[in-house]
């Protein structure tokens, strides 16, 4: 199983900007889809974005779409979320994870499709 470890959270005011990290060691990185989670107090933990073993093809949810971006290093065994024009809502703890099949497709969104999880990082987006 890859190691995950998200950096890049903090407090931040609406309409503003924050790029999440996720670093992963294990030489399979490169393998696997990873995806963006976030959860928020009393709310079941919700997809935000996969983005595939290449990099080359993103997923988002409707409620980032045109505002958060997904991409990857594989050379680094890191992947980053672009979080641009925040809202509120957006607070969360943010999750990244490796899917549980290697190559798979972006749209396998489900948590229980991820095997491997970071410890999260917190945002908060203040009004």
């Known amino acids: 199983q890859l190691q995950l470890v998200e950096s890049g959270g903090g407090l931040v005011q609406a309409g503003g900007s924050l790029r999440l990290s996720c670093d992963a060691s294990?030489?399979?990185?490169?393998?696997?889809?990873m995806g963006w989670f976030r959860q928020a107090p009393g709310k079941e933990r919700e997809f935000v974005a996969t983005?595939?073993?290449?990099?080359?093809?993103?997923y988002y949810a409707d409620s980032v779409k045109g505002r958060f971006t997904a991409s990857r290093d594989n050379a680094k065994n890191s992947v980053y979320l672009q979080m641009n024009s925040l809202k509120p809502e957006d607070t969360a703890v943010y999750y990244c994870?490796?899917?549980?099949?290697?190559?798979?497709?972006?749209?396998?969104?489900?948590?229980?499709?991820?095997?491997?999880w970071g410890q999260g990082t917190q945002v908060t987006v203040s009004s």
């Open positions: 294990g030489r399979t990185f490169s393998r696997y889809t």
């Open positions: 994870a490796a899917q549980r099949i290697p190559y798979n497709s972006v749209t396998v969104k489900g948590v229980g499709d991820f095997s491997s």
């Open positions: 983005i595939s073993w290449s990099g080359g093809t993103t």
